[in-house]
């Protein structure tokens, strides 16, 4: 099945105002290459200013359709008692379309598990919210030969209801890949995510073809043509390399190579 390629940035906790201009840039190099999907989730403080900047509208109304600005991270209730943290009515009416959930970072910082995860994701999908849900082993994981079933085993236990590829995307993130520059050979990507697709269509069947499955993790436009071009790999969803316009074109325009 053809599925089109979706080039992801996550700005983690950097940006500012003034980094708002990098997407410029980005916006018009998503509106070059109509065949590949691009967005980017930015710090929730940074979402109206973002969606703003690249509608060059109110954010309400906001929806542009070469670059789509999501969060990071979204709590899994409407509201209530939950002090500093973000519903996904909240993002949504900055503008944001989607939010990535079950970040490595935040399984580890915050200690998110699987059932909190999936309910995240099953938050956005009642707030009519795009997600990107991240999976990914640690480097004992895979020294002990244990990566796939780490991988898998998340990837069940974190799974929406009603997953479909029409508001979902998995990313498989090695922990030990993220911004160290190192990244695992195209032929353990493709594998992985052979391995992932394997699991979603035990667990969803047929609807699994169609879901997008990104890999992060020191992707470069240097090596995404590379990594973009492995077997089911979808996209790429990109930490450092997503800062600035200079680093993150060279990678839509890989996608956009493939289309
Ligand atoms: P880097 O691209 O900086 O390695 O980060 C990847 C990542 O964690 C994206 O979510």
């Avoid at 500012?16 to 997407?23: D, I, K, R, T, V």
């Avoid at 002090?83 to 949504?92: D, E, Q, R, Y």
């Avoid at 796939?148 to 929406?160: F, I, W, Y």
């Amino acid at each position: 099945m053809a599925r089109r390629k979706l080039i992801a940035g996550n700005w983690k906790m950097n940006g500012s105002l003034a980094a708002l201009a990098e997407l410029d840039g980005i916006a018009a190099a998503a509106r070059a290459a109509p065949g590949v999907d691009v967005a980017i989730a930015v710090p929730a403080t940074l979402i109206a200013p973002a969606v703003a900047r690249v509608s060059g509208i109110a954010p309400a109304a906001a929806r542009e359709p070469g670059l789509a600005i999501g969060a990071e991270d979204v709590h899994p209730a409407e509201k209530g008692a939950h002090t500093g943290c973000i519903s996904v009515g909240m993002v949504k009416e900055a503008g944001a379309v989607f939010s990535i959930v079950g970040h490595s970072e935040r399984r580890a910082d915050c200690h998110e598990t699987d059932q909190q995860v999936k309910a995240k994701a099953e938050a956005l999908r009642r707030g009519g919210l795009g997600a990107i849900l991240c999976v990914g082993e640690t480097l004992d994981e895979r020294d002990a030969g244990r990566a796939e079933a780490v991988v898998t085993g998340q990837l069940a236990a974190s799974l929406p209801e009603d997953a479909a590829a029409d508001w979902l995307s998995i990313a498989y993130e090695p922990v030990w890949a993220i911004g160290t520059g190192r990244t695992p050979t195209v032929a353990d990507v493709a594998a992985m995510h052979g391995a992932i697709r394997a699991r979603l269509r035990a667990l969803i069947g047929q609807e699994a073809d169609a879901v997008r499955i990104l890999y992060g993790g020191s992707v470069t436009g240097d090596n995404a043509a590379e990594l973009l071009g492995a077997g089911d790999v979808d996209g790429a969803l990109v930490g450092g390399a997503s800062l600035t316009a200079a680093k993150f074109v060279p990678i839509v325009e890989a996608g956009a190579a493939l289309a």
